[in-house]
């Protein structure tokens, strides 16, 4: 089992080095802009009314949060890291069962001297250990981003940091999801294209959701169980859904895993 595990681990070292590199990039390169913004906080506030309020809601900017500040600007960038994370647990829970059998290599995997739970365990665990590599550098990345760009603007540094270790939860909820979905399809034939289907549509969901309410429809999002404004604001996370959280993860890992292994792996 640990020759599977440090093989999916060498297998992914470049995805995830692009990833790293593409994250740290994506952190700078938005909070580059933040001094723009939180030097006029009139001007930014002033703007901002005349754009309507279901937009900003859309993009996190909803709350008692003024984009001219650091929490309320973050806000704003989290949203955009939340979705980078998502995708690419996403394409790790896709694709790390799938590969063989999209590659017509099963057979010679499964005639290792390994069983099936072994192998699910070794790639699951390797996917597990790159997203908390991925969610440590986005968090790092953002930290040092804000403390480059924001001027001498004062936030919450506590707060922050609270917001930016929901990122690991998240992405192992994407990756645990998929992982559960990848198990139910006959074949997987496009990773890429079934990850931004699965977060770009739980995203935009969620995007009419916080325009339109509907509490009952929040529980089922799990964009919402991390919602920036809310964890800045208050300073805590939203328990309300942390059972609906552990269902969905327990649920999706335990199923994928008794799913595997009794299907049908097909090689030609």
């Known amino acids: 089992m640990l020759n599977i595990l440090k093989y999916e681990l060498k297998l992914h070292l470049k995805s995830l080095i692009i990833w790293g590199i593409s994250l740290v990039i994506l952190a700078a390169l938005l909070m580059l802009f933040y001094p723009t913004f939180g030097d006029d906080v009139a001007?930014?506030?002033?703007?901002?009314?005349?754009?309507?309020?279901?937009?900003?809601?859309?993009?996190?900017?909803?709350?008692?949060?003024?984009?001219?500040?650091?929490?309320?600007?973050?806000?704003?960038?989290?949203?955009?890291?939340?979705?980078?994370?998502?995708?690419?647990?996403?394409?790790?829970?896709?694709?790390?069962?799938?590969?063989?059998?999209?590659?017509l290599t099963a057979d010679y995997l499964m005639t290792k001297p390994v069983s099936r739970s072994e192998i699910y365990i070794s790639k699951f665990l390797a996917s597990v250990i790159i997203m908390i590599l991925s969610s440590g550098i986005a968090i790092v990345a953002s930290l040092i981003s804000i403390e480059a760009f924001r001027n001498g603007h004062p936030y919450d540094q506590e707060r922050m940091v609270l917001l930016l270790l929901t990122l690991l939860p998240l992405s192992l909820l994407f990756l645990s999801l998929s992982l559960f979905i990848s198990t139910l399809l006959k074949k997987v034939k496009s990773v890429l294209s079934l990850s931004l289907g699965l977060c770009f549509g739980l995203y935009i969901v969620n995007s009419v959701q916080t325009i339109v309410g509907g509490k009952w429809v929040s529980g089922l999002i799990p964009f919402h169980y991390f919602e920036p404004n809310y964890i800045l604001e208050n300073g805590e996370l939203n328990t309300n859904y942390f059972m609906m959280y552990f269902i969905i993860v327990v649920v999706s890992i335990v199923v994928s895993y008794k799913t595997y292994l009794t299907k049908d792996i097909h090689s030609v």
């Open 43 to 103: 001007l930014v506030d002033k703007m901002l009314e005349n754009y309507p309020k279901e937009l900003l809601q859309a993009f996190g900017m909803g709350g008692q949060l003024s984009l001219a500040t650091v929490p309320g600007y973050f806000s704003f960038v989290f949203v955009f890291l939340q979705l980078m994370l998502a995708i690419q647990a996403s394409n790790y829970g896709f694709s790390i069962l799938s590969v063989e059998e999209r590659e």
